[in-house]
């Protein structure tokens, strides 16, 4: 399973970005890393504004909740999360990537 490091209020993990994928969905894990395909190019930050997008939706947060704390022109990130639980994180996670 991915790292996830509780910060005072907030929550972070690794995330590998594969953009121009056919669907927007967690992949799989690589790592300490959790892979995520997106179907935003990466250009004008396209794809990272997806990925913030989509770890919204998936974790039920304001999309002003999470931000890309790390590695906004690569494709290996580091997604933070204000205002929720590694628990509630993991749990979300693990439902996603079993399906």
Do not use: W, Y
Request: with cysteine.
């Amino acid at each position: 399973m991915i790292a996830i490091q509780p910060q005072g209020d907030s929550v972070t993990f690794s995330v590998k970005v594969h953009p121009r994928a056919r669907l927007e969905q967690i992949a799989g894990v690589l790592g300490t890393a959790l892979e995520l395909e997106i179907a935003a190019a990466p250009v004008d930050g396209k794809a990272n504004e997806a990925c913030i997008r989509f770890f919204a939706h998936l974790l039920k947060v304001p999309r002003s909740s999470v931000t890309i704390s790390a590695g906004n022109r690569s494709r290996n990130k580091v997604i933070r999360v204000v205002g929720i639980s590694a628990a509630r994180v993991e749990e979300a996670l693990t439902a996603a990537l079993n399906g």
